[in-house]
């Protein structure tokens, strides 16, 4: 999902176009190549020598990667029970088999979705950071976040692919947030991790403030298997990873693509998901 980005601040200038400049500049830079060196220059030296941080806050906490107590208690971690197939959160359990009213209504083309935790006011700052700030530290505690809340998903699972960025957003952000939470779940899991299985080949306007079937239209046909991958994904089971679930119109377009492409099943796994009130008997 598309969030607003922290240059929103900015749009008195023509951020387009300082976008588009930039990356007709980078074209012709390999991109990976400059995030790994960054990455591998940038940060692990300097923190072998500070003390832990909370992810969030930033006070300090016994173990690098972890919470302090007062924002751990503010993350709503989702635990069942939920929705058999889209993972909503129930108060009463009603068996493991239980769909929520909107699955109950029509089912997504996904097969089952699960997410650490809720997206609310406090967990979005986890969310914010990972996505816009440049800051990558978080990554193996949400990885076994997402590990945890997507187990069963993850011992069905064939190949772990990320909800892929536009090449050009990519280059502004510098990493896909979603391509980061792939590879630390694949390396809790074990699981063949294909980081480019889908590409973004048309350009959507951020989400945030579409309702769902505007969402929808955003990214009709936004996706398509990497051509290096087509054969890769017959009959296979395939594990989705994005950050945040909103509406599930991203993760289902990239669903009918893989289905398209002949995969078994697709199931989603995200950091966190909207969780609103649904009606009852929908
Ligand atoms: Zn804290
Ligand atoms: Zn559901």
Redesign the pocket.
């Known amino acids: 999902m598309d969030l607003p980005d922290l240059a929103g601040g900015m749009r008195g200038m023509d951020l387009n176009l300082v976008r588009r400049a930039l990356a007709d500049r980078m074209a012709a830079v390999d991109a990976a190549a400059l995030v790994r060196a960054a990455r591998r220059y940038g940060r692990t030296a300097l923190d072998a020598l500070l003390p832990p941080l909370c992810l969030s806050c930033g006070t300090a906490v016994d173990t690098p990667g972890a919470l302090c107590a007062a924002c751990w208690s503010k993350v709503e971690f989702i635990a069942p029970p939920?929705?058999?197939?889209?993972?909503?959160p129930f108060e009463v359990d009603a068996g493991a088999e239980a769909?929520?009213?909107?699955?109950?209504a029509k089912r997504?083309r996904y097969r089952r979705?699960r997410a650490a935790f809720r997206y609310g006011e406090d967990s979005r700052r986890l969310v914010l950071m990972f996505k816009h700030a440049d800051r990558l530290d978080p990554a193996p505690t949400f990885g076994r976040w997402l590990a945890q809340a997507g187990g069963e998903l993850l011992a069905d699972a064939d190949l772990i692919a990320p909800v892929p960025l536009h090449r050009w957003r990519l280059l502004w952000r510098r990493y896909n947030q979603s391509a980061e939470l792939a590879r630390a779940v694949g390396r809790h899991s074990g699981r063949t991790v294909v980081p480019d299985l889908l590409v973004r080949h048309r350009r959507t306007p951020p989400q945030a403030d579409m309702n769902a079937r505007e969402r929808r239209l955003n990214v009709a046909g936004a996706f398509r298997i990497h051509p290096r991958h087509h054969a890769l994904v017959r009959d296979k089971t395939v594990l989705l990873i994005d950050d945040v679930l909103t509406t599930g119109a991203t993760v289902e377009a990239c669903t009918r693509v893989l289905l398209r492409a002949g995969a078994a099943a697709v199931d989603v796994l995200c950091l966190a998901r909207v969780v609103r009130p649904q009606v009852r008997g929908m």
């Open positions: 939920v929705c058999a197939c889209c993972g909503f769909l929520c009213a909107a699955c109950h997504p979705a």
